[in-house]
């Protein structure tokens, strides 16, 4: 007989109930797209998983007058088809649509991918871009709320102690100024989907950023924010030559990112592409679009 | 541990292993081998099934995370003896060759369907770009369900002439 044995809570006090009983083999299971990989792979056959799939209040998407909260166990699916967040979270929108393939969207959860913390997630460098924060529930059934990016320890590794669950995943909703875009390069498999990402988030008023966030994904262990780029655009009129300075702001940046390695060259020609797509994805509209890279 | 749920319609109550995903019992437990495993990894697609209308990877879902779920497999296309005219076009246009991607292939198309019944080309291809297809360079399979839904529409457009 298998020693795994699979608790199913139907409510969040009931999830507190397994919680409360988790150790080292305790496994949360959402859409399953990563851990039931990992487990065949590791020859995990013993433990407990806590299905979380179970639980509606974990699927909603809701919002107020200050943030969109998105349930921990809502689909990528979801996420795309929310009307809130197209407006409000447009750079989420689009990592979400490019994540995976229809089937893997149908079931592969937003919490997963941040309790999974891989470095070339698409999600997360959107979330830190818009200023996600994460409410996690303890054992004790209490929760507390912290930043994204506070999260994430490193690649693979989050801040959750055994006994947490992350439940929601809030995002202010900014003015009407604001503007949020999200490119991607990889493949549409998995070995490849951590090639390189970009998301940003920027307030425009009358031709000029006022405030501007650049993320980068898959270049280090974790998600960061590009400084050197933002504050190279950041207070400047919209235009042709700032693109240039953008682009060239990022290409330093991947350099120092990651300086002996053989994936520089291909990274450095590939964030300029990427550059490209955020750029015109978010100030197309106010500037006349430069030549194309070949 | 029991699990409840339905699948192609019927409703079963069996003893199903915790460790089991759902391409385990509907293969091994309900004897329905028509949904192939190819990757395990969700890659190919090969595994494809409705969950609730939703396409998605038998591979990457433990059974029991589909009580109180309909699920449906490429078993339930047939219906009194008949092909679906999905399997009917999929004949019909080659898109069947080695066959191997074929139960996914037809599963994906049909969740598309069953949510919008008249698809764009790029809604086809983004419906079937988690199924690989050794075989038949997709074409083929795109002009399979297009056929499809001219098939389905023509009655309505006649009505809309006279
Ligand atoms: C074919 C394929 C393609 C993919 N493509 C992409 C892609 O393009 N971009 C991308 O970013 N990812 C991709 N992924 C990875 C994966 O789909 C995502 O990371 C997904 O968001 C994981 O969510 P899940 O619900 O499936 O997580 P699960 O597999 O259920 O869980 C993942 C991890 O998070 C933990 N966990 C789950 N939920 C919670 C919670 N609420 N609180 C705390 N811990 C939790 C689990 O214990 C586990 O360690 C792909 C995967 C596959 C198989
Ligand atoms: S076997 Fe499930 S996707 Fe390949
Ligand atoms: S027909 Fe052979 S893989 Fe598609």
């Not at chain 1, 083999?25 to 590791?42: A, H, Q």
């Amino acid at each position: 007989m298998s020693n795994m044995i699979m608790k199913t809570p139907a409510s969040i006090d009931e999830l507190v109930m397994c919680l409360k009983q988790s150790d080292d083999n305790t496994y949360l299971l959402s859409g399953g797209t990563d851990l039931i990989i990992k487990l065949r792979n590791s020859k995990i056959y013993e433990g407990t998983l806590i299905d979380l799939t179970g639980i509606d209040d974990l699927k909603q998407i809701k919002y107020n007058a200050e943030y969109i909260k998105i349930g921990a166990a809502a689909t990528f699916n979801q996420i795309t088809s929310n009307t809130m967040l197209i407006k409000h979270a447009k750079c989420l929108v689009q990592a979400s649509s490019q994540i995976g393939s229809t089937q893997i969207r149908n079931a592969a959860t937003l919490g997963g991918n941040i309790a999974n913390a891989f470095a070339g997630a698409d999600a997360i460098p959107a979330l830190i871009a818009l200023d996600a924060m994460v409410t996690i529930l303890k054992s004790d059934k209490t929760t507390y709320t912290k930043p994204i990016d506070e999260i994430i320890k490193g690649s693979r590794k989050n801040t959750l102690y055994k006994d947490e669950a992350i439940i929601e995943i809030s995002i202010p909703i900014a003015n009407d100024n604001c503007i949020s875009a999200f490119a991607k390069l990889g493949s549409r498999s998995r070995v490849t989907i951590s090639k390189l990402n970009i998301a940003a988030t920027a307030q425009v008023k009358d031709g000029t950023i006022e405030a501007v966030k650049i993320v980068l994904g898959a270049l280090g262990t974790k998600a960061f924010r590009a400084l050197s780029v933002e504050k190279a655009i950041e207070n400047k009129d919209i235009s042709e030559a700032l693109y240039t300075a953008f682009e060239n702001e990022l290409v330093k940046q991947v350099d120092e990112a990651i300086p002996n390695r053989s994936s520089l060259g291909y990274k450095r020609e590939a964030i300029r592409g990427l550059a490209e797509d955020v750029y015109f994805d978010l100030f197309g509209s106010m500037v006349r679009k430069v030549k194309c890279h070949d | 541990m029991i699990l409840d749920f339905n699948v192609n319609g019927r409703d079963y109550s069996i003893e199903a292993d915790a460790r089991a995903r759902l391409i385990d019992v509907l293969r091994e437990d309900l004897g329905l081998t028509g949904t192939k495993e190819g990757c395990g990894e969700g890659e190919c697609g090969a595994c494809t099934v409705i969950i609730d209308g939703l396409a998605v990877n038998s591979c990457l879902v433990m059974a029991h995370q589909t009580r109180g779920k309909r699920i449906l497999t490429v078993e339930s296309l047939k219906q009194d003896g008949e092909l679906d005219s999905l399997q009917k076009s999929f004949i019909n246009n080659g898109a069947v060759q080695c066959g191997y991607c074929t139960p996914g292939m037809l599963m994906s198309c049909k969740a598309l369907l069953m949510r919008n019944p008249n698809p764009t080309e790029h809604e086809i291809r983004e419906a079937i770009e988690g199924n690989l297809c050794r075989c038949t360079g997709y074409v083929k399979i795109i002009n399979a369900v297009k056929e499809v839904v001219k098939e389905s529409k023509a009655p309505s457009e006649e009505d809309h002439h006279e």
